[in-house]
């Protein structure tokens, strides 16, 4: 079985700094991974996706993640970040089958409240 | 657009009621899921489907049954419902790997 492990509950930030939101999981077969955002009372909007290719990905709002595989993490980053961006943030991670398909079942992480102060 | 909805934003029901989440999606769509949020212990999967008819348990389907009986449709049935089934329900379909979520339904059970 595979987890999700978001490293800290809570990231408090300044407006305009940089920002890591830390993902670790946990998988012995070939994975692919997403990060949702989630604003006050909505559903999950995707951020971005790790599906295979090039391991640094960029998605919507000026993030970005890194896949590493070695050492299992796929942290999102943002080198500035907006009171807008005050959310909660999903890590998830698909597994392939051996057939190399999926019927895209995803594990989640526990979340990370990110809050932007002024 | 993907679009998925569901039925209700926010729902009261008493301990003991037969509830009924509903969720539709216009992506024609294989895969469909049922999720619930908690704080601080993320996304849980209670069911999925894959096809018509087709379902499979997820990690937490006790007290939980599901139905679909068209393509874009999933339904979530609380048989019995109880106080800690209280939580946020979230719906996702998907035609790969890639999930799309619905505006997902608050339920409190009295």
């Known amino acids: 079985a595979q987890s999700v492990t978001q490293l800290d509950s809570q990231v408090p930030v300044f407006e305009e700094a940089p920002v890591e939101l830390r993902c670790n999981y946990s998988?012995?077969?070939?994975?692919?991974l997403f990060w949702y955002v989630q604003y006050p009372n909505q559903g999950l909007q995707l951020l971005l996706k790790y599906l295979s290719g090039s391991t640094l990905v960029k998605g919507i709002n000026g993030f970005e993640a890194e896949f590493n595989k070695s050492q299992t993490s796929f942290h999102l980053r943002k080198p500035s970040v907006h009171i807008s961006d005050t959310a909660e943030y999903f890590c998830?991670?698909?597994?392939?089958?051996?057939?190399?398909?999926?019927?895209?079942?995803?594990?989640f992480g526990q979340g990370t409240i990110l809050t932007v102060h002024p | 657009d993907v679009k998925v909805t569901q039925s209700s934003r926010y729902l009261v029901k008493r301990t003991g009621e037969k509830v009924f989440l509903e969720c539709v999606q216009d992506?024609?769509?294989?895969?469909m899921f049922w999720y619930r949020q908690d704080p601080g212990l993320g996304l849980r999967l209670i069911y999925f489907s894959y096809d018509v008819k087709m379902k499979e348990k997820g990690d937490i389907p006790e007290g939980y049954s599901v139905s679909r009986e068209k393509k874009e449709r999933f339904s979530l049935i609380l048989e019995s419902a109880s106080t800690n089934q209280t939580s946020m329900y979230l719906c996702?379909?998907?035609?790969?790997?890639?999930?799309?979520f619905g505006p997902g339904t608050r339920l409190l059970v009295l």
């Open positions: 992506m024609d769509h294989e895969n």
């Open positions: 996702a379909s998907s035609s790969g790997r890639t999930q799309y």
């Open positions: 998830a991670v698909g597994r392939l089958n051996a057939g190399g398909t999926s019927y895209g079942k995803l594990t």
């Open positions: 998988s012995s077969v070939s994975v692919y």
